[in-house]
């Protein structure tokens, strides 16, 4: 069956433009995940969608960042006024269940370019 | 989350089996054990998982010690296109089920 996706593959933008990158989960997915990778760094949780229940946003670095998901399926995660610290690799995961024993299946990722 | 240590690096040869090790001491009885890897340039990958049996699947075994404050990922015979960062992280059955990524450890895998 598809995998995650997300789009674009690819994001060039200018320092404080805003920008969306959209997360397609697996059908029937409840529970989806943004992770974001900077340059020769490690993976760090940015927010956690369940259900209808209310998001685990503790890990968005500032206000500037936000993310909502529609229908229970596709997210958008929206960064404003972006800045050059921003730029990275940002990966959307999703996973049946929330339960420790399902693992998460990761989309390709967006690569964001703040110039 | 509970921390896991892992060796930063380690070698093999194609063709042969590698045991990546991982170290969770502080692992409580609701943690799962998860494997994840991620090729240069790609996104994470899933690997397997486990509670306490050993488990395997199409591309890897995993072993739990018996007190489960180790883990082991076998890969059977390993390829070149298993070079790759392997992360060892616990997930709780409780909480949200984001994964806390460590440094893991780069497999290099030499023809």
């Known amino acids: 069956g598809a995998g995650v996706s997300q789009s674009p593959s690819n994001k060039v933008t200018e320092k404080g433009k805003d920008v969306e990158l959209r997360c397609d989960p697996i059908?029937?997915?409840?529970?989806l995940y943004w992770y974001r990778q900077s340059l020769g760094q490690g993976l760090e949780f940015l927010i956690y969608?369940?259900?209808?229940?209310?998001?685990?946003k503790s890990g968005l670095p500032s206000d500037r960042f936000s993310a909502e998901r529609t229908g229970g399926s596709v997210s958008t995660l929206t960064i404003q006024r972006t800045q050059q610290e921003d730029s990275a690799v940002y990966l959307c995961?999703?996973?049946?269940?929330?339960?420790?024993?399902?693992?998460?299946?990761f989309g390709p990722g967006t690569r964001l370019t703040v110039t | 989350d509970a921390k896991t240590t892992q060796p930063n690096s380690m070698e093999s040869n194609e063709e042969e089996p590698v045991h990546l090790p991982c170290n969770h001491s502080t692992i409580s009885g609701t943690d799962y054990i998860h494997w994840y890897r991620q090729l240069p340039s790609q996104g994470p990958e899933y690997v397997i998982h486990?509670?306490?049996s050993n488990v395997n699947n199409r591309m890897a075994s995993l072993a739990i010690a018996e007190d489960r404050k180790s883990s082991t990922l076998i890969l059977h015979r390993a390829t070149l296109r298993d070079a790759a960062v392997y992360y060892c992280i616990l997930r709780d059955h409780s909480n949200t089920g984001k994964l806390i990524f460590g440094q893991g450890t780069t497999l290099q895998v030499k023809p």
């Open positions: 995961a999703s996973s049946l269940m929330v339960a420790g024993g399902h693992g998460q299946y």
């Open positions: 969608f369940q259900g209808n229940s209310a998001p685990d």
């Open positions: 486990g509670l306490t």
């Open positions: 059908s029937g997915h409840t529970a």
